[in-house]
T-cell receptor, first 113, second 116 residues
Framework: KQEVTQIPAALSVPEGENLVLNCSFT??????LQWFRQDPGKGLTSLLL?????REQTSGRLNASLDKSSGRSTLYIAASQPGDSATYLC????????????FGTGTRLKVLA | GAGVSQSPSNKVTEKGKDVELRCDPI?????LYWYRQSLGQGLEFLIY????????KSGLPSDRFSAERTGGSVSTLTIQRTQQEDSAVYLC??????????????FGSGTQLSVL
């Protein structure tokens, strides 16, 4: 059974710092992986989607990498800002290719001004 | 619409009552999904609809849960005889098509359900 883990559960950093959020999954057979952001009381916003054949995706200050063989993905945030404070979730799509994403429990990030 | 819309945003009900949660997906999106987010746990898949095809109900936790999607647009998730363990945030998402697997999901803000 696929399990998705995100460590740490919470993280506080000063503004301007570069940081890395980690996501690990137990079964390397995935269709794709998505990183989401969730603000308090809000739904999820998709940040980056990495297909199983890809190694990384970039959007602005965000870069997500995927190492399927080791069951890991990282989300790199450059020059963090207070507005980046949110919970970051990763989710993997099973190889069957259905939208039954399996989510991690997230990393709660706080960027201090 | 501009985004996925869910209503109500908050619902407080008494144990044993029925509740209906509504989701209005992004216009033109043929795929619609329901997830549940319980405190301290990850999101849990409940059900998804793709166009006029039969929905995938494999994630529904019990037969007290049902969902329908009328006219290929608005969806209603119904929970009958609510229990305290049903308390959670119910999130709806849509995408262009469930057959386009590398498409991003767009989520609504959710309905916070509290069963007393």
């Amino acid at each position: 059974k696929q399990e998705v883990t995100q460590i740490p559960a919470a993280l506080s950093v000063p503004e301007g710092e570069n940081l890395v959020l980690n996501c690990s999954f137990t079964d390397s057979a995935i269709y794709n992986l998505q990183w989401f952001r969730q603000d308090p009381g809000k739904g999820l916003t998709s940040l980056l989607l990495i297909q199983s054949s890809q190694r990384e995706q970039t959007s602005g200050r965000l870069n997500a990498s995927l190492d399927k063989s080791s069951g890991r993905s990282t989300l790199y945030i450059a020059a963090s800002q207070p507005g980046d404070s949110a919970t970051y979730l990763c989710a993997v799509m099973p190889p069957s290719g259905t939208y039954k994403y399996i989510f991690g429990t997230g990393t709660r990030l706080k960027v201090l001004a | 619409g501009a985004g996925v819309s869910q209503s109500p945003s908050n619902k407080v009900t008494e144990k044993g009552k029925d509740v209906e949660l509504r989701c209005d997906p992004i216009s033109g999106h043929t795929a619609l999904y329901w997830y549940r987010q319980s405190l301290g746990q990850g999101l849990e898949f409940l059900i998804y609809f793709q166009g006029n095809s039969a929905p995938d109900k494999s994630g529904l936790p019990s037969d007290r849960f049902s969902a329908e999607r009328t006219g290929g647009s608005v969806s209603t998730l119904t929970i009958q005889r609510t229990q305290q363990e049903d308390s959670a945030v119910y999130l709806c998402a849509s995408s262009v098509s469930a057959s386009l697997l590398n498409e991003k999901l767009f989520f609504g803000s959710g309905t916070q359900l509290s069963v007393l």
